[in-house]
């Protein structure tokens, strides 16, 4: 039997369906809080205590940098794995970083060595290997893939700065867009590479690098951009210049498609990390010009991280540097003073 409905009808009906969205918003909004994990540091040396949480991987684990009980300004990279901060260590001189962590829980980053010198590294099976360079004396590790292709830049013979992958014990040169230098700052499960390198006209651009091809990524009406990091679904996030370079904001790109992700409510963003479901974590400006760490998902607005954890838990979040597809986020802030990493996870 059909049924005839009247305006009261549509009305009411309208009204439910109203309210109906407006509890899914509002539970969708709720659970979209996250509980703070101070992962603390390794101790403190001549300038005090500090840490930083720069990657996760889909357990949960944390690599980065802190600082460590030490007359000197000792600051060993570190993985934090089932509740335990761990030291491990540097090549031999006083600074080492975690930069990238995959799923077995091996960690690229850079260390220096006894003579100052910066050396990418290789941490698998309780082992850091120093990674060599491109025939000059610097080279730093941003990422890997669960593969152990390691990619970053390191100092040619020529003295200039290229990007490389390290893979199968050998460190390939990746080249440039026609300028004198690139970086490599991600590498996806598929072995697409994403970084920025100068043109032959001076700007620098992000890139893509697949098959023996770098390819240049476009900007937000600008004259340059950067690709921070890149998911299995090729999506990337990065950094670009909008229209008339009056700012850089974070962007998202998918599909070709390069969107702006806006701030939070100053004038810069960087747009650091990004996960299998699109979304994007890292810091932008606030009106008051304080950098705030960010979230955005596929699709949504970007929020501060700040507004969704508990009130009065004392953390002020800066930068947000990782996040997994199960949504923990790490990277670091303030407490009490000091600066340490945390981690987020989702309610």
């Given at each position: 039997?059909?049924?005839?409905?009247?305006?009261?009808?549509?009305?009411?009906?309208?009204?439910?369906?109203?309210?109906?969205?407006?509890?899914?918003?509002?539970?969708?909004?709720?659970?979209?809080?996250?509980?703070?994990?101070?992962?603390?540091?390794?101790?403190?040396?001549?300038?005090?205590?500090?840490?930083?949480?720069?990657?996760?991987?889909?357990?949960?684990?944390?690599?980065?940098?802190?600082?460590?009980?030490?007359?000197?300004?000792?600051?060993?990279?570190?993985?934090?794995?089932?509740?335990?901060?761990?030291?491990?260590?540097?090549?031999?001189?006083?600074?080492?970083?975690?930069?990238?962590?995959?799923?077995?829980?091996?960690?690229?980053?850079?260390?220096?060595?006894?003579?100052?010198?910066?050396?990418?590294?290789?941490?698998?099976?309780?082992?850091?290997?120093?990674?060599?360079?491109?025939?000059?004396?610097?080279?730093?590790?941003?990422?890997?893939?669960?593969?152990?292709?390691?990619?970053?830049?390191?100092?040619?013979?020529?003295?200039?700065?290229?990007?490389?992958?390290?893979?199968?014990?050998?460190?390939?040169?990746?080249?440039?867009?026609?300028?004198?230098?690139?970086?490599?700052?991600?590498?996806?499960?598929?072995?697409?590479?994403?970084?920025?390198?100068?043109?032959?006209?001076?700007?620098?651009?992000?890139?893509?690098?697949?098959?023996?091809?770098?390819?240049?990524?476009?900007?937000?009406?600008?004259?340059?951009?950067?690709?921070?990091?890149?998911?299995?679904?090729?999506?990337?996030?990065?950094?670009?210049?909008?229209?008339?370079?009056?700012?850089?904001?974070?962007?998202?790109?998918?599909?070709?498609?390069?969107?702006?992700?806006?701030?939070?409510?100053?004038?810069?963003?960087?747009?650091?990390?990004?996960?299998?479901?699109?979304?994007?974590?890292?810091?932008?400006?606030?009106?008051?010009?304080?950098y705030h760490a960010f979230i955005s998902t596929n699709g949504g607005r970007m929020q501060d991280l700040n507004r969704l954890i508990p009130q009065g838990s004392g953390w002020v979040l800066g930068q947000a540097n990782g996040i997994n597809d199960a949504g923990q986020i790490t990277g670091y802030g303030t407490i009490h003073g000091q600066t340490h990493a945390f981690l987020l996870t989702p309610h």
């Open positions: 039997m059909k049924t005839n409905l009247s305006i009261h009808d549509h009305s009411y009906l309208w009204r439910i369906a109203m309210l109906a969205t407006s509890a899914f918003l509002a539970t969708a909004a709720a659970a979209q809080t996250y509980t703070v994990t101070d992962l603390g540091t390794l101790g403190r040396n001549s300038l005090g205590s500090y840490s930083n949480g720069q990657c996760i991987n889909a357990s949960g684990q944390v690599a980065g940098e802190s600082s460590a009980s030490s007359t000197h300004t000792t600051d060993p990279a570190f993985l934090y794995s089932n509740g335990q901060l761990i030291n491990i260590g540097t090549l031999g001189g006083e600074y080492g970083n975690g930069r990238g962590i995959n799923t077995a829980g091996d960690i690229a980053g850079y260390s220096t060595l006894a003579n100052g010198s910066y050396r990418a590294f290789l941490y698998t099976g309780g082992q850091m290997i120093n990674l060599g360079t491109l025939g000059a004396d610097y080279s730093v590790a941003y990422d890997l893939n669960d593969s152990g292709q390691v990619v970053g830049d390191s100092d040619t013979v020529s003295g200039e700065d290229h990007a490389f992958l390290y893979s199968n014990g050998q460190m390939t040169d990746l080249g440039t867009l026609g300028g004198d230098s690139s970086t490599a700052h991600s590498i996806n499960n598929l072995g697409v590479i994403v970084g920025y390198s100068y043109n032959a006209a001076g700007n620098f651009l992000g890139f893509t690098y697949q098959n023996g091809t770098m390819t240049a990524l476009g900007t937000l009406g600008g004259s340059w951009s950067i690709a921070y990091a890149i998911n299995d679904q090729n999506q990337i996030a990065g950094q670009a210049y909008t229209r008339g370079n009056r700012a850089a904001h974070a962007f998202r790109l998918s599909n070709g498609e390069m969107v702006d992700l806006g701030t939070l409510g100053g004038s810069s963003s960087w747009g650091l990390a990004i996960n299998n479901s699109g979304t994007v974590v890292g810091f932008a400006t606030t009106r008051s010009n304080v």
